[in-house]
């Protein structure tokens, strides 16, 4: 997942909150797969690596990835973010899901939310959980207060 700067609305009063949201699916374990999931799916992943490889600041990577992460800006709701995955993979989520139930691979959708009030918070459409529904996968947040 990259790091995305936080974003306020131009039109919000100087001390509104910042915040920011991102979505990436994650496929980890399986780097024997990577080249199979792009076929299978036509899918360019967002980042893909091996475990070992140099990543960064040159420590190498602890495990697998292949990561197809969501290009919406982080001011966009993560509803979106969410939606946006889930028109890339439904084409493919009977492949996906098989995939996701076997031994040794691990899936996730991997979803961050950062702000810079502590007390602020998000809400999730129940529509926008079909992803994690249709693959099996577990949803994973990442809460980042600054």
Request: with cysteine.
């Amino acid at each position: 997942m990259s790091e995305t700067s936080d974003s306020v609305p131009s039109d919000a009063p100087a001390n509104s909150a910042r915040f920011g949201f991102s979505a990436t699916l994650r496929v980890m374990c399986a780097a024997d797969r990577h080249d199979e999931i792009e076929d299978a799916t036509g899918l360019t992943p967002t980042h893909r690596h091996r475990k070992g490889e140099a990543g960064m600041l040159g420590r190498p990577w602890p495990n697998d990835l292949w990561a197809l992460e969501s290009p919406l800006p982080p001011a966009a709701p993560l509803a979106d973010h969410m939606d946006w995955l889930w028109e890339q993979v439904r084409p493919h989520q009977e492949y996906l899901r098989t995939l996701a139930a076997q031994d040794g691979v691990d899936m996730d959708l991997f979803c961050g939310y950062r702000s810079d009030c502590a007390e602020c918070g998000f809400e999730m459409i129940p529509e926008s959980l079909q992803i994690v529904q249709a693959l099996d996968v577990p949803l994973q947040v990442s809460v980042v207060f600054r």
